[in-house]
């Protein structure tokens, strides 16, 4: 089971990459976490949305076998705030392995989507999946891609119906060029841009969207 949170809070970096918090885990059945947290590394990063009173301040992935409850818990004791749920992930793009603890080198973006009122669920899934997938692959200059729709909320708080990761060089936070991948030229990029933002639209993406710069380190514990 994949299970996904949003946290809020101060001093969260060092928290939860923090060795006790991963042996408190390890021993409720989770076998890996995934830390995506605002940092020192991603502040130049020029493009961000928040829906939230505060914007999230980290986004924590973990695969377990054991009960959500514990893992919730354990998560709340070191934030200000959790929101959590679980996914069912797709893999457009395997990330890149790391070693245990170590920074990916990227501005790892999370994208936090609501199905927007005109769109039933199988719609949604099918402008996401099978007709915006293949366009985002194609306009940006991503190296890992996962797509997480929520099953089930775990915890009270906003609707969210998915969470998606998409890895961009680090000069992507402040090149549209190295974003697009368009090589310096202005009108490929422009036509890369424009293709993408019809895409976005045709499943209401640019809604309603949290966008989450992030330095990413996953740990096998």
């Known amino acids: 089971m994949k299970l996904m949170y949003a946290l809020w809070g101060e001093g969260l970096d060092e928290r939860l990459r923090g060795v006790e918090l991963h042996k ?8 890996e976490v995934q830390v995506n947290v605002r940092d020192a590394d991603v502040a130049a990063a020029q493009v961000r949305h928040s829906t939230y009173d505060e914007p999230i301040s980290a986004i924590v992935s973990v695969r377990t ?7 919730t818990a354990a998560l709340a004791a070191v934030a200000d705030e959790v929101n959590g749920w679980i996914v069912d992930e797709r893999r457009p793009i395997v ?11 990227a501005l790892a973006n999370i994208a936090v989507l609501r199905i927007p009122e005109d769109l039933t669920r199988e719609q949604w899934l099918h402008n996401w999946h099978v007709l915006h997938t293949p366009v985002a692959i194609e306009t940006q200059d991503t190296f890992g891609y996962v797509q997480n ?4 909320a775990i915890t009270p708080g906003k609707r969210v119906d998915a969470l998606v990761e998409e890895l961009f060089p680090m000069a992507a ?3 549209a060029h190295a974003f697009y991948g368009s090589g310096g030229d202005e009108e490929e990029l422009q036509r890369r841009v424009t293709r993408l933002m019809e895409s976005v639209v045709r499943f209401g993406a640019h809604l309603n969207l949290d966008l989450v710069p992030t330095s990413r380190y996953v740990y096998r514990v």
């Open 65 to 71: 076998e054991g009960e959500h409850a514990p893992v």
């Open 149 to 152: 729709t929520v099953v089930e």
């Open 95 to 105: 990330p890149p392995e790391v070693a245990d603890g170590v920074r990916t080198d």
């Open 173 to 175: 936070m402040s090149s």
């Open 24 to 31: 408190e885990l390890a021993g409720l059945g989770v076998f």
